[in-house]
């Protein structure tokens, strides 16, 4: 799969289940939604089911496609956006399957933030992150499934 195709296989909404190590998981919805020519906004909402509550979160970032270069940038949304990191596109094949992976990565003051997004099919990718530092040790994995009712 090439940038294009992520890029625009990402526009939707998509219901997630996020794993955070230690710390819970989170249910909810996400939406890539086009706010103008090649870049979309991701926002999500869900609840944080931890042992002894739960949390109503919510989160906003930025996805730009450069046809010129093929990549997807993420940005936090911010004014101005404020770069989170750029993704760089490879293939992976295992014994069963063939699927896209894209990694990107953050420095954090010391801690290090690195992404890795496995394509699965058109309806399915999955996000890591391997957070890694002085201050902060944990991995996410989050699955994205395209919510078929809201298309």
């Excluded at 998981?25 to 909402?45: C, H, M, R």
């Excluded at 989170?84 to 003051?109: D, M, P, Q, R, W």
């Amino acid at each position: 799969m090439k940038g294009s195709q992520i890029f625009n296989n990402f526009k939707g909404v998509w219901k997630f289940e996020r794993f955070i190590s230690n710390e819970g998981s989170v249910k909810g919805q996400a939406t890539f939604a086009e706010i103008k020519p090649n870049v979309l906004k991701y926002s999500e909402t869900g609840v944080w089911i931890m042992a002894d509550k739960n949390m109503e979160i919510s989160r906003q970032y930025q996805y730009h496609y450069n046809p010129e270069t093929d990549k997807i940038i993420v940005f936090f949304d911010e004014n101005p956006p404020r770069l989170f990191y750029e993704l760089n596109v490879a293939f992976a094949e295992a014994k069963t399957s063939v699927c896209t992976i894209a990694t990107g990565e953050h420095l954090c003051n010391k801690d290090t933030y690195k992404a890795t997004y496995k394509f699965i099919s058109s309806n399915q990718f999955t996000l890591f992150y391997q957070v890694n530092g002085p201050r902060k040790q944990y991995v996410i994995q989050t699955n994205f499934e395209l919510d078929l009712d809201c298309h």
